[in-house]
């Protein structure tokens, strides 16, 4: 049956905007590689040539100058005559020694690389991958665990300060990774005893940040597989953050049921996670984001509200009730 073009999704409007988004990894990769080469800590708050830079990069000077004329193009850098710096923006979110860094760009390039296998997965209709942090080992899982903290960090005073926390005596931060919200957390109610539970190799990259931070010995670690190992009992709140859009809808049921009998009577689960509409199709970043569970998980996926509802009956919660952050994700809280 032939149907009528729709209007209200018409956010390719010509071919010069159908070929701009088709090209559009060209800019991306780009940028990636330069954070890859360190470029713009190199520049750091200097001026520099292409053969200096690429001195300390390790490259060639030719395909440097290149790549640093690219990145002016794109408004990445400054260039005068044949010296290159950078923009106040790169200075501030792109060195690696400003407190603004950026520290998931490491991460992003490592996406890169497995979202060119999206058409197999597409084809095969799951990851061509396991769960990417237990896929993924060494350097490239500190830069996985690295882009979680710097994303937590900006969000996890927001997060907290929804959560009602007087009357919570012991939290469990499930799958907690570097430990950004059960910091958080303990900052809120220091008298509160605070868990993280996550896999061994994650805990160790954990005691780091927390050693870090000074929370080493305010805050008790668990290692384990949380769909195979028990991460305790007792709890008052269960937290969970970018957790189970990882995770099959049964699986994530299973969790649920399991987390339940984790809580004490009264106690509750909060949700933390991208919600998507219920035509699966807004917001762009969750649709998206979906492709990114698809390519880097056997089952992952962004859920709906309704999804998450049934989640939650059907690991006998009650109560649910859902709100939105400031970050485009939502909070989603029920009792046992």
């Avoid at 050693?211 to 007792?234: A, Q, R, T």
Wanted: aromatic share 12%.
């Amino acid at each position: 049956m032939k149907i009528q073009l729709k209007k209200q999704m018409e956010h390719i409007t010509n071919v010069n905007s159908l070929l701009e988004l088709a090209w559009s990894f060209e800019k991306s990769k780009t940028l990636l590689t330069a954070c890859e080469l360190d470029i713009f800590s190199i520049l750091g708050d200097y001026e520099k040539t292409a053969e200096e830079v690429a001195n300390e990069a390790g490259s060639n000077p030719n395909a440097i100058a290149r790549l640093m004329n690219a990145l002016t193009a794109l408004g990445l850098l400054n260039k005068e005559g044949i010296y290159y710096s950078n923009t106040s923006v790169t200075r501030q979110y792109l060195v690696k020694e400003s407190p603004d860094y950026i520290a998931s760009m490491a991460h992003y390039s490592n996406l890169y690389d497995r979202w060119s296998k999206l058409t197999e997965s597409v084809k095969k209709g799951t990851s061509m991958y396991y769960r990417i942090t237990d896929d993924i080992e060494g350097e490239k899982l500190n830069d996985f665990i690295a882009a979680m903290h710097w994303r937590a960090t900006h969000q996890a005073r927001e997060i907290v300060n929804m959560v009602y926390l007087p009357n919570a005596k012991k939290l469990l931060d499930l799958g907690g990774g570097s430990g950004a919200y059960a910091m958080e957390f303990v900052r809120a109610k220091p008298d509160m005893e605070v868990y993280i539970f996550d896999l061994p190799k994650v805990i160790k990259l954990t005691q780091n940040y927390l050693y870090e931070n000074g929370f080493m010995d305010k805050i008790h670690l668990i290692e384990g597989d949380y769909f195979v190992d028990n991460f305790g009992s007792d709890y008052d709140i269960v937290f969970l953050s970018s957790i189970i859009h990882s995770n099959s809808i049964w699986e994530n049921i299973e969790l649920a049921k399991k987390i339940y009998l984790a809580l004490k009577p009264g106690g509750q689960i909060i949700i933390h996670d991208y919600i998507i509409s219920d035509d699966r199709t807004k917001p762009l970043y969750t649709a998206l984001f979906s492709l990114n569970m698809l390519i880097n998980t056997p089952s992952g996926d962004v859920y709906t509200e309704t999804d998450v509802w049934v989640i939650l009956k059907e690991a006998w919660f009650k109560n649910i009730k859902n709100y939105p952050t400031k970050f485009n994700t939502n909070l989603i809280i029920a009792k046992k």
